[in-house]
């Protein structure tokens, strides 16, 4: 390979000039963040925020370019703050500095060995130095890189041939390392061509210049060869690992760069010190047909103090003077060559340079040495009550007083930034200034600021919004983030500062409330009120002190930095008799940075790793801790998880992490993050494959889609989930949805679907466990029209926005092979998983029983590992509960058991609700801070450890973060609760538990958060039930109700509701209570309770039913006497049951009213069946008082037959049930109206989601009630009597008519379903026909004939074709609109039939409405609609339904221009292909295209209606759906009118007129439809519409998810008619037609579609673009060769 012109070969330089690069032992990370390199501009960003003489020194004119070396930066991940980085350091420096000679082992190793957190391979580093060293790190490094890996190598560690790169595999493109932070490693990546002298001489020449540059910054680095950099010719993914290819063996590459680091370093004992040998590491490419070996070259630089101190780093450069020497920097994210002003500038700054670096490698030295001097010892004592460390629940408040003058930015980062490390639950700062609050919103810590005034029920802003004080606290109360309230005036708002005379006349009365506010929301004795005195600024703090040690006594700590500020603060507070002297809970005298570096120990730096997204473009973006902040309800997961967290940096920290999270994960504990970062801790189920096929389908989804896991409590299915999420987590942006706020969650989906990606093509995808269902609900529905409402704006048909993930926690799940489950039963597969796993465990534990814990402990693995058997689980708890002899443990343990045994939620107990029952005189307020007392009140800190083998300790969302526990499985529950029922000689009943429970005051009666998260769970199991896979209840009543129903008495299970509603006061329990004495037919106390729920919540209509089912089960109770008795009753005794009936029905009406104002998605639709169901039982009662069945119809049916023996139902006691009775038959017609008009004018789509199928139950529940009905209401033969009245003939025909079927369209339709169909519909028809022809004909009438005749068209085309009383429809809609308020039901229907049948049509010859009557029969057609269904009032809002449509205009004359949707099904039905009607040759032909203007924002069309006569309007109509292409609006366009309920509208809108198509196709023929063969491409080709693809989507779902009902039927074996067999014999071509219709929307861009003059421009570009590329290509490689001279 020699070359004269490069003069460089690997034998030009001779042996003895030949150095042996030190290899770094330090440092040692498994799992390094992944890595890509950074521009220059974001180079500068960092460089902006570095140490004082790089920041000079950057602001100095830059190099000129051609001295410039380009190349590629990068950092290692983490968006940490300088203080939190210099946290970290001891992972970045030395092992030399940490580990000590074999003769000296380090004493804090020794430590951890015996407390068994390290391995002894990692302990034998400690005693045998550096070569034992490497071999224990790489040894650890195996396990944990079974696979090639996806993260770059850990700086410092020297990788066996174990370690690989994974080929192709992305690394984040994150500049992460904060300036300032000298030990954080830069990383660069090159991509050198190593077959050329070229390539081999960009090797070293890269190599010198960036080791040099490094170690003149001072600044770890490593760079690596065979990673793509930011600009490279023919890749495309910047950070992407490809590897080099090479030729000779890796030892001569090796012996290359060591002698071109021997020539051009002249302090060859710093290089071999400083600069780490070439580490070659294979790429292997997962390919196993490929032989050919590539390698990624690697350099490790660490320019340590002990060595570089204060020299400079001279290179000599080949091809210059022999004496020339070049000296290299990082300048803006480039490795520059320095000039000579640049030189003396760095050499005034060097000095400085090398303290800085002297100092950080100190302080990470530091990090293990704890200052153990009185004051420090006295401070973390009072911080950690009595404690070395923050254990337990605890709540912190700090105060803060206005700072030192001298204190600037650079004096709060060196020492306040433990203000953000430590969780605080409020901040009172007395600051105007907020100099504290901005320097940490710099820092991105996340607060909601209030002002004082805010908390006070006097202050203006409270007294204007009477809700807004109460808003106030329940945001408080249930953010995550703590509330920085400003006592004394806030500068930003123009508040400015008070004195203390001013101050308290004020704004003393909003602090004091904001102080008790807190005071109520603590645990009494659970708070810390922290003083920071920041200056001798005291008095008005001195002031607002009393208040806070009013309400929180003896629960403080001052701190100061002088003497000279604290103790005139405590004298004065002595003076004032704040506090008892002698009372020492102060620390003065103490540095910040003493105080910074104390807390530093105990606890954990906050964590600040930059989360990544990826891109519709396959690369990956930062999202900024202040934006991330923004996402308040959700937990974003970023494509890098754990990557960056400064723990894999040390390896020692990084194996205790992992032994630490999976034997959390295995005793029960939650999975993390990390648990799927550390390899095989998590078992792969079988579903994984199925839920990630799933998700992957609901891509083609409209605006949301859903895919759904049931899972049993305990069977993984939240783990499932999360695995899903971890897969894909770089493809989609993942994330969970943590809670749900109405508006705000689905605005914030909506921004992270859309940030920084202008063109996003996937969706987010989002993990919903176990929401609640009306919640959830409402999110997809808001999510679903802000989806519209987004793409209206932008210029592209937007597809799916957001996949909810929904995990639904379910006793019982079914075994339907439809739906994803997951149950307590592994497969063969996942059995193998827990066997090979459990093996490892006891191998480990036998081989390190100090390090890791026994097997038999991990108690949530081993019921996996069991397969859930009930005897191993029963065992189990068995032999630890014989262990625990703590009386007060075991009494937690009942109370923990209970509650977790029936809360379907499974969710943790707050752990400071339990104080009462933990602790002897809790509530002392003479308890101490310091010593035993205090350490003994932290009872959470030391339970037994047989106690914490069964409960877990968490973190529970509440104010922030709380302690919580929870038993760590929900199958143990129950066995533990029955295992101390069993404690004793007899098995203690459940209700004397509960009722111990609820009863404990020590428990509930102090007031407090935690108590009230406690009571909210408590009242949940008394009244939540389960549901079953159909979505039924699963039990009457809750589960714990349920079981003291069935093992003991009602009597116990009401005893338990009383104290719990004694409790709670809650309205939902005293229905409960209510429902249990309906079951059991105690009927006075059922109304108490009723009447007791009611007037507590009054607007709630499913109340409102269960008071109406108590009078329905009392009239059942009458029904079933009467039935027992034989002798006909006087008419007289039939009074009770009739009060009792129309009581009930009067409470089913005010359910009916209560729903019509319920702002829910989910309607409520109980008080029509409970009305209907009354009449129903009623009028059966009543037969048993009447002569005949036919005597009873005749009396209820004819308003002025009276018979004597009747009577005496006009008056009794004032009532004339008699009147009433003979109203039924109106109040039925309402009721079954609203009934059939919601099932068939409007669209329920969330709910059955959720596996609840309400509107196919509703509607088989409408069958079986109008078959009653009918007998009573009904007539049986169509003949009418002679010898009747002509109103009397029309009324038994209407009677008739709605046995026969009824009034509404729906009712009417359904008919043609039916074989006799067609004859019933003639029959309806010549009935209304003859009632038409009376001088009595009503509104009803009319609508049954027209019905009728739409129906009978809509089956036989030859009935429409020759149908000739058109005319005579016309004007029967005309009589029908104008009589349309005669009618006492609410109908649509004449809206609809005079609008469609007078909408003006180029077909007709006789025009009998003027267009301006058209126009405002549509508004008030509008009107009549929400007043029938106000809930719909509103477009976009979540809890809106759609309206669905029926009928088309048509281009056909008479009754063929009117095109009925149903006849599509109809065909479907009668086995013909189904096709999308749209596109239909046929129905082209048959739909009539309209001509219009739509709106500039795609949601209206300006359409001129025109009648023959020549008047005409204007009126704009809505689109089917916002049309999103941009480029359509404020055009002309095409449609199809649709008469929607709600109005007409345009349907299939497009800028071309499809017609044309017909006329042009190249033989003649016309275009099949998209569906099946392509069209024939002509001049003008249609368009594959958004809303075409939409529709016949829409119609396969609904034909699938009809078959999904058929099956539902078949399985529970009900019978099938012939047509529901014949279409699940469908149910494969229609699948099949559907992944066709999908197939070509994706397609879509690869046909010959219309290009706009600017797409065809563009594409005549594209050879001149790729030259131009080429041509910078060139460039770029000619001024890398001039600028790095040979050797």
Excluded at 145 to 174: M, N, T
Excluded at 1004 to 1016: G, H, M, N, Q, T
Aim: charged share 30%; hydrophobic share 35%.
């Amino acid at each position: 390979m020699a070359s004269a012109s490069v003069k460089l070969d690997f034998t030009s330089v001779e042996d003895s000039e030949c150095i042996s690069l030190k290899s770094e032992r330090d440092g040692i990370n498994p799992h390094q963040p992944l890595k890509h390199e950074i521009g220059s501009r974001q180079f500068a960003s960092l460089c902006s925020d570095d140490i004082s003489s790089n920041a000079q020194y950057f602001c100095e004119p830059v190099a000129e370019k051609d001295s410039c070396v380009e190349h590629h930066m990068d950092t290692a991940n983490s968006c940490d703050s300088l203080q939190n980085q210099e946290e970290n350091k001891t992972s970045q420096t030395d092992v030399s500095e940490n580990i000590p000679s074999s003769s000296a082992p380090n004493a804090e190793d020794s430590k951890y060995k015996s407390e068994g957190l390290i391995s002894d391979s990692v302990s034998e580093t400690v005693e045998t130095g550096q070569t034992s060293s490497s071999k224990a790190i790489e040894e650890s490094l195996i396990t944990k890189f079974k696979e090639p890996s996806e993260i770059l190598r850990p700086f410092g560690y020297q990788p066996g041939f174990e370690f690989e790169y994974k080929k192709d595999a992305k690394l984040s493109c994150v500049e992460t390392r904060s300036g300032g932070n000298l030990l954080q490693p830069i990383h660069r990546f090159v991509m050198p061509a190593l077959d050329s002298p070229e390539g081999m001489k960009e090797l070293a020449n890269e190599a010198i210049a960036f080791a040099s540059a490094c170690l003149n910054d001072r600044a770890n680095a490593t760079i690596h060869f065979g990673i793509v950099p930011e600009v490279s010719s023919g890749f495309t993914v910047h950070g992407q690992i490809m590897g080099l290819h090479l030729k000779k063996n890796w030892e001569q590459y090796e012996k290359f760069l060591n002698k071109a680091f021997a020539y051009g370093f002249s302090e060859l004992e710093i290089v071999q010190n400083c600069i780490s040998s070439p580490m070659f590491i294979r790429v292997a490419s997962g390919d196993s047909s490929n032989e050919s070996l590539e390698y990624v070259i690697e350099i490790d630089v660490k320019p340590k103090y002990e060595y570089s101190q204060n020299k400079e780093f001279f290179i000599k450069l080949k091809g210059e003077k022999d004496d020339a020497e070049a000296i290299f920097r990082i300048i803006n994210g480039d490795v520059c060559r320095l000039q000579q002003p640049q030189i003396d500038f760095y050499r005034q700054e060097l000095d400085k340079l090398a303290k800085e670096r002297k100092k950080q490698e100190d302080k990470a030295a530091r990090k293990n040495c704890i200052p153990r001097d009185h004051l420090c010892e006295k401070f973390i004592n009072l911080l950690c009550d009595g404690d070395t460390k923050f254990q337990g629940d605890q709540y912190r408040i700090l105060v803060l007083n206005k700072p030192d003058e001298t204190i600037d930015f650079e004096s709060f980062k060196e020492t306040f930034d433990f203000l953000a490390d430590i969780e605080w639950k409020a901040i009172f700062d007395f600051d105007a200034d907020a100099k504290v609050c901005r320097f940490l919103q710099e820092r991105d810590y996340m607060m909601k600021i209030a002002m004082s005034d805010d908390f006070s029920p006097h202050s203006k802003y409270n007294l204007q919004k009477i809700d807004r004080l109460k808003q106030i606290h329940e945001d408080i109360r249930n953010s995550l983030n703590p509330t920085w309230i400003f006592v004394n005036g806030y500068a930003p708002n123009n508040e400015q500062k008070l004195d203390p005379r001013n101050w308290k006349m004020e704004k003393s009365d909003g602090f004091k409330e904001a102080v008790r506010f807190f005071s109520r929301q603590i645990p009494q004795r659970r708070a810390l009120v922290v003083f920071l005195l920041l200056s001798e600024d005291t008095k008005v703090v001195i002031e607002a002190t009393e208040e806070f040690l009013t309400s929180f006594p003896n629960q403080w700590l001052c701190v100061s930095e002088n003497e000279s500020i604290g103790n005139p603060w405590l004298q004065e507070l002595e003076r004032r008799n704040c506090m008892e002297r002698g009372i020492d809970r102060s620390v003065f005298g103490m540095p910040w940075k003493h105080v910074q570096e104390a807390i530093a120990h105990i606890v954990t730096p906050r964590r600040m790793d930059c989360c990544e997204l990826p891109t519709s473009t396959g690369t990956f973006i930062v999202l900024p801790k202040k934006v991330m902040n923004k996402f308040l309800d959700l937990e974003i997961l970023s494509s890098f998880e754990c990557d960056s967290s400064p723990i894999t940096s040390n390896i020692q920290e990084l194996n205790i992490h992992e032994v630490k999270e999976k034997e959390m994960f295995f005793r029960g504990n939650g999975v993390s993050w990390w648990n799927f970062w550390f390899q095989d801790q998590v078992c792969s189920r079988d579903i994984l494959h199925h839920l990630k096929k799933d998700v992957k389908e609901s891509f083609d989804d409209d605006d949301v889609g859903k895919v759904i896991l049931r899972h049993q409590p305990g069977a993984g299915g939240t783990t499932t989930a999360k695995h899903l999420l971890w897969e894909l987590r770089k493809e989609y942006r993942c994330g969970i949805v943590q809670s749900i706020n109405e508006g705000q969650t689905a605005q914030q989906i909506i921004n992270l679907y859309q940030y920084e990606d202008n063109r996003p093509t996937k969706p987010v995808l989002l993990l919903l466990d176990n929401p609640d269902e009306e919640k959830a609900n409402l999110l997809v529905a808001a999510l679903s029209e802000m989806a519209k409402s987004l793409t209206r704006k932008g210029g592209d048909q937007a597809k799916c926005v957001c996949i909810f993930l929904i995990c639904l926690r379910r006793t019982e799940v079914g075994t339907d092979p439809r739906r994803l489950v997951l149950q307590h039963q592994l497969s063969p597969v996942e059995r193998k998983w827990f066997l090979d796993m459990d093996k490892q465990l006891l191998a480990k534990y036998k081989q390190a029983p100090d390090r890791f814990m026994d097997p038999k402990l991990l108690i949530s693995f081993n019921i996996l590992k069991e397969d859930f058997n009930k005897e191993f689980i029963q065992r189990t708890v068995k032999s630890f509960l014989d262990s625990i002899s703590d009386k007060k443990e075991l009494r937690l343990l009942k109370y923990i058991s209970l509650v977790n045994s029936f809360d379907l939620e499974c969710r943790s107990l707050p752990t400071s609700a339990f104080d009462g029952i933990m602790i002897d005189n809790p509530w002392s307020n003479r308890t101490l801070r310091r010593g035993r007392h205090a350490y003994a009140s932290r009872w959470e800190t030391h339970l037994s450890s047989e106690f914490r083998v069964l409960v877990n300790e968490a973190s529970k969302p509440s104010m922030g973060y709380i302690h919580a526990l929870k038993v760590i499985n929900p199958l143990l529950s129950k066995e533990i609760l029955l295992c101390l029922r069993d404690a004793g000689s007899s098995r203690i009943p459940v209700s004397e538990i509960a009722l111990e429970f609820y009863k404990c005051t020590d428990i509930f009666y102090a007031p407090s958060k935690a108590r009230d998260d406690l009571l909210e769970i408590s009242k949940d199991i008394l009244k939540k039930r389960g549901r079953l896979p159909n979505g039924r209840p699963e039990t009457n009543f809750a589960p714990l109700i349920q079981t003291i129903v069935n093992e003991e008495t009602p009597e116990k299970a009401s005893a338990v509701l009383e104290i719990g509603l004694q409790l709670t006061s809650d309205p939902f329990i005293a229905q409960q209570m209510a429902r249990l004495f309906i079951k059991f037919q105690n009927w006075p106390e059922a109304i108490k309770y009723a009447t007791m729920a009611i007037e507590q919540k009054p607007d709630n209509s499913f109340l409102w039913d269960t008071f109406g089912r108590i009078y329905e089960r009392q009239l059942l109770e009458q029904y079933d006497k009467l039935v027992a008795g034989t002798s006909l009753l006087m008419i007289q005794n039939s009074a009770p049951i009739i009060h009792i009936a129309f009581k009930g029905m009067e409470m089913f009406r005010e359910a009916q009213e209560t729903n019509e104002r319920e702002k829910t998605l989910t309607t409520n639709q109980a008080g029509f069946f409970g009305e209907l169901q009354m009449v129903v039982c009623l009028l059966d009662c009543m037969t048993y008082f009447f002569p005949s069945k036919d005597e009873l119809r005749h009396f209820i049916l004819e308003a002025q037959y009276m018979p004597e023996y009747c009577e005496a139902l006009q008056n009794i006691n004032g009532n004339n049930y008699a009147d009433k009775l003979k109203q039924l038959n109106r109040r039925v017609q309402t009721a079954v109206n609203r009934l059939e008009d919601e099932l068939l004018q409007l669209r329920e789509e969330a709910i059955d989601e959720f596996g609840r199928n309400h509107v196919k139950n509703q509607s088989d529940s409408l069958i079986r009630l109008k078959e009653n009905l009918d007998s009573y209401f009904g007539e049986d033969g169509d003949s009418v009597p002679e010898f009747l009245e002509e109103w009397k003939k029309c009324e038994f025909r209407r009677r008739r008519i709605f046995r026969l079927a009824g009034f509404n369209l729906r009712s009417i339709f359904n008919l043609r379903h039916k074989t006799d169909g067609m004859d019933i519909l003639t029959r309806i028809r010549d009935i209304a026909k003859l009632n038409i022809g009376s001088d009595q004909v009503k509104v009803d009438d009319y609508q049954t004939l027209i019905s009728a005749n739409l129906a009978l068209a809509s089956l036989d085309s030859e009935y429409r074709i020759k149908f000739s009383e058109y005319e005579d429809m016309l004007l029967w809609t005309k009589k029908l609109y104008e009589l349309r308020d005669t009618s006492f039901v609410s109908h649509l229907e004449p809206y609809l039939f005079f609008v469609m049948f007078n909408w003006p049509r180029g077909t007709m010859s006789k025009q009998l409405v003027n267009p301006r009557v058209i126009e405002d029969a549509i508004r008030n057609w509008k009107d009549a609609y929400y007043k029938k269904y106000p809930k719909q009032k509103g477009e976009g809002k979540p809890f809106r339904k759609k309206d669905t449509t029926m009928f088309f205009l048509g281009n056909g004359s008479n009754m063929e221009s009117i095109y009925s949707q149903f006849e599509e099904t109809a065909v479907a039905r009668n086995g013909s292909p189904l096709e999308n009607y749209w596109r239909l040759p046929s129905t082209m032909a048959k739909l009539q295209r309209l001509c219009g203007t739509l709106n500039q924002d795609g949601c209206q069309v300006k359409i001129q209606l025109q009648s023959g006569e020549g008047n005409n309007a204007s009126i704009w109509i809505p689109t089917s759906f916002p049309i999103r292409e941009r480029r359509m609006w404020n055009k002309q366009v095409y449609f199809v009118i649709g008469f929607s309920w709600i109005g007409p509208k345009a349907f299939d809108i497009t800028l071309d007129d499809p017609r044309t198509v017909l006329q042009t196709s190249r033989d003649g023929s016309p275009p099949r439809n998209f569906l099946g063969k392509e069209f024939h491409r002509t001049s003008k080709v249609v368009e594959v519409t958004e809303e075409h693809f939409r529709q016949e989507l829409e119609y396969f779902d609904a034909k699938l998810q009809r078959i999904k009902d058929i099956k539902e039927k078949k399985y529970q074996s009900l019978y099938l008619t012939h047509d529901e067999n014949q279409l699940l014999q469908e149910e494969a071509r229609i699948k099949k037609e559907k992944d066709r219709l999908i197939q070509i929307r994706r397609k879509k861009k690869y046909q010959s579609l219309y290009l706009t003059h600017d797409e065809n421009q563009l594409l005549q570009e594209e050879a001149r673009i790729k030259k131009e590329k080429d041509r910078l290509i060139q460039i770029r490689r000619k001024k890398m060769e001039s600028r790095i001279p040979e050797f």
